[in-house]
């Protein structure tokens, strides 16, 4: 049987970062005012620990291959990011809203595309992620073409779109990553062989 410790290592990850994410959100939605240089390194810290995640859930290898499968990608991206957020905290608020409205419609047309291979492997809640996904993609676009000099803006835009990542992940996470005790590895080893005689 295969060990699926990573897979559920994944899994709560996925579904704790995403809900960190939302409440991030949520914090920068109520209090628009915090210090932008304090945003810069949360943002720049929740993006490598989510990029992680996504690593992890991308070498998981889970049941039905779709809620990771372009984490490895994107997951790297998200590393990069973040690491580059923290370097440039000071001005990153206005680096985040072009890079990070970016990262976000990317990631927004991977799991379209994901949602869309549910619906071929019969999952029921294939439609939540599809609808998740279009309304991400949509704040995503919003921040990458409509950047505004007010800081209370800029935060209260970044608010929104933490809050849309982190719903986004939680229904894929959701929906999407089944976990079988049972399951089976991708080669199975057999010590029976047969020998063939040269003729």
């Not at 810290?45 to 039905?64: H, M, Q």
């Not at 029921?124 to 000099?149: D, E, M, N, Y």
Request: aromatic share 10%; proline share 2%; hydrophobic share 55%.
């Amino acid at each position: 049987m295969r060990n699926v410790a990573p897979m559920k290592i994944a899994k709560i990850g996925y579904l704790a970062v995403s809900a960190a994410l939302c409440g991030f959100g949520i914090q920068l939605l109520l209090n628009p005012n915090s210090s932008l240089q304090a945003i810069g390194v949360a943002c720049g810290i929740s993006l490598i620990l989510f990029g992680i995640i996504k690593l992890v859930g991308y070498w998981s290898r889970d049941l039905f291959r779709l809620a990771f499968q372009y984490d490895l990608q994107f997951g790297v991206l998200l590393c990069v990011l973040g690491i580059i957020t923290l370097i440039r905290h000071k001005d990153a608020v206005a680096f985040l809203c072009v890079a990070y409205g970016i990262c976000i419609m990317a990631d927004s047309l991977f799991k379209i595309r994901t949602a869309l291979d549910a619906k071929a492997f019969g999952i029921r809640q294939w439609w939540v992620t599809l609808v998740l996904a279009g309304l991400t993609a949509l704040i995503g676009l919003l921040i990458t073409l409509c950047p505004v000099a007010a800081a209370r803006a800029v935060t209260v835009l970044l608010g929104i779109s933490f809050v849309s990542e982190g719903l986004l992940s939680l229904g894929v996470a959701i929906s999407m990553v089944k976990i079988v005790d049972n399951q089976q590895p991708d080669v199975i080893v057999s010590d029976d062989y047969e020998e063939w005689e040269e003729s």
